[in-house]
């Protein structure tokens, strides 16, 4: 393969941002697949919590002791959302990309097409990479946005809803303008909450299956699966009170409740989501900002998370032809 050349002097700095908690073995990888790009310039930024020996690769004389690559270590445990906020804030590049720390990059000119493609695409504010499975290679639709036809599959590049997590690249311009992720949220859905606020700024999402990742999906520092669905239920309440009209809040809290209770099977899981969202009551009112028709409208054209006042998935992807039934609860994953 051929690869173009580049020019760390007039290109654009592009940023890394992982951030991990005990996975030293997944993070060396990851970075691993970082340095080994094509790209110049980049920089890693490193944002840990970690207690074990992941430290240890960024000392003197350790795996990653190199000027492109900045650890960053925190007591405590903090959430997602806020781990990746700091790494913004303390990245410098035009482009910030994210990864998880449990995953791979592809290919080794990724970075070169993320370039090209916010180069060749002003409109386009974040883009979304495709999510391969680590063992299988096989593409993982529990971690990529829904495209805006049904008969279409994440093999092609679309004009999507919202962004994953797992695998994306981001204009700092646009960080700029519309904020970063909701710190509150900790696990689960901060994505679709500042992609709400990316279409409402004018910038566009587009998915492409020209950068990928692998994802292994590790286990290790995962919350409990108890507490990571009543987060992501609770966050999906908190997400229509923080963008959309009130009666997408009234219908989605009534619908993810009852979705919340089936999953869980613990009416005190559910109790345990409405004391969160009465104590966070004060913030997520304070954020509050309803998204504008026109960015409602753009997003039910691409029959993803909108359908008449209801904030979930389309029901066409789960009766439709090639709809299934499972995918509601892709919602709530982990």
Not at 187 to 213: C, K, N, Q
Not at 255 to 282: A, F, H, K, Q
Request: aromatic content about 10%; some cysteine; proline content about 7%.
């Amino acid at each position: 393969m051929i690869v173009a050349s580049t020019d760390p002097s007039t290109d654009p700095l592009v940023s890394y941002v992982l951030a991990t908690y005990n996975r030293p073995d997944d993070l060396r990888e990851a970075i691993e697949s970082i340095l080994d790009q094509t790209y110049d310039p980049i920089e890693v930024i490193v944002v840990s919590n970690s207690t074990d020996e992941t430290s240890t690769m960024f000392e003197d004389g350790g795996r990653f002791d190199e000027p492109t690559v900045h650890y960053h270590e925190f007591p405590g445990r903090m959430g997602v959302p806020q781990a990746r906020n700091i790494g913004y804030d303390l990245a410098s590049g035009d482009i910030l990309v994210t990864i998880d720390d449990d995953a791979v990059l592809t290919s080794n000119d990724a970075t070169e097409t993320v370039v090209r493609l916010f180069d060749s695409n002003p409109e386009i504010g974040v883009l979304a990479f495709q999510c391969r499975d680590y063992r299988t290679d096989e593409v993982n639709p529990h971690e990529t946005p829904d495209p805006p036809r049904f008969d279409m599959t994440p093999t092609v590049p679309y004009r999507a809803t919202n962004f994953v997590g797992v695998g994306n690249a981001i204009r700092s311009a646009v960080i700029d303008r519309v904020g970063d992720f909701p710190e509150d949220f900790v696990y689960g859905f901060e994505e679709m909450d500042l992609s709400f606020r990316v279409h409402e700024s004018g910038y566009d999402i587009l998915f492409t299956p020209e950068v990928a990742v692998w994802h292994k999906k590790s286990p290790e520092a995962r919350r409990t699966d108890l507490e990571t669905q009543e987060r992501l239920v609770g966050n999906r309440i908190k997400l229509a009170l923080r963008n959309l009209p009130m009666r997408y809040v009234v219908v989605s809290t009534v619908l993810w409740s009852v979705y919340g209770l089936l999953l869980t099977r613990r009416p005190s899981s559910l109790w345990n989501i409405y004391r969160r969202l009465y104590d966070e009551r004060e913030t997520t009112l304070e954020a509050r900002r309803v998204v504008s028709p026109r960015t409602i409208r753009r997003i039910k054209s691409r029959k993803t998370m909108l359908f008449f006042w209801w904030y979930g998935p389309h029901p066409g992807r789960l009766f439709g032809r090639d709809g299934t039934p499972q995918r509601v609860f892709w919602e709530t994953s982990n």
